[in-house]
Nanobody, 121 residues
């Protein structure tokens, strides 16, 4: 089994910064793609940023130039640096990782439980 644990959420004023972290633990050979999603009540979960195992990254337009995704492969950890936060960034942020299973080498996606980010105006 694989577990993802997020941290770093909280309350911040508009214009402020937060850094989210998500670490994977359990039985796997390696982690492929890592991503951050967010969700507000009543809306679909939205992809915010993704970083591949080739270190290429993509962002939703609304966060380009403000957010940066990075990864530490040795620590099985993905980060999301969020700068110049806006009230519309308020959401529960979830990390998602695609891991490779031992022996079978099949890939499976796992989700964290989420961390709340609240940006006050």
């Amino acid at each position: 089994q694989v577990e993802l644990v997020e941290s770093g959420g909280g309350l911040v004023q508009a214009g402020g910064s937060l850094r989210l972290s998500c670490t994977a633990s359990g039985s796997f050979v390696r982690v492929n793609d890592m991503a951050w999603y967010r969700q507000v009540p009543g809306k679909q979960r939205e992809l915010v940023a993704v970083i591949t195992n080739r270190d290429t990254s993509n962002y939703v337009d609304s966060v380009k130039g403000r957010f940066a995704i990075s990864r530490d492969i040795a620590k099985n950890t993905v980060y999301l640096q969020m700068n110049n936060l806006k009230p519309e960034d308020t959401a529960v942020y979830y990390c998602k990782m695609v891991v490779v299973a031992p022996r079978t080498y099949l890939t499976t996606a796992y989700w964290g439980k989420g961390t709340l980010v609240t940006v006050s105006s």
